[in-house]
């Protein structure tokens, strides 16, 4: 997610207040943020789900209807999303 100079404290902010919630959603299994080194308003959040059912549920929850409104505004280009298959440990 790439978000406007003046908004990348404001999301971290937000993400701050939600990340337990976001955690202890059914099926997620870890959460984390990670900011680019060489662009800082340019940040990933890292989550581990059980399988896809968990995280399409997540994104119809309350929590993510709370945190989207209020993330989706300080963006600076569309966000992005993907979602990964783990081949090798």
């Known amino acids: 997610m790439t978000f406007r100079t003046e908004s990348a404290e404001a999301f971290e902010q937000i993400f701050n207040e939600y990340r337990d919630r976001i955690r202890s959603a059914e099926g997620c299994t870890h959460v984390s943020l990670l900011r680019d080194i060489d662009n800082p308003r340019i940040y990933f959040t890292y989550t ?11 994104r ?9 409104p209020q993330v989706k505004p ?3 280009a569309p966000a992005e999303a993907w979602s990964t ?3 090798e440990y």
């Open 74 to 76: 300080l963006f600076a």
């Open 48 to 58: 581990h789900w059980e399988n896809a059912d968990f995280l399409e549920n997540y």
């Open 85 to 87: 298959m783990l081949l």
């Open 60 to 68: 119809h929850s309350a929590v993510f209807g709370e945190v989207w």
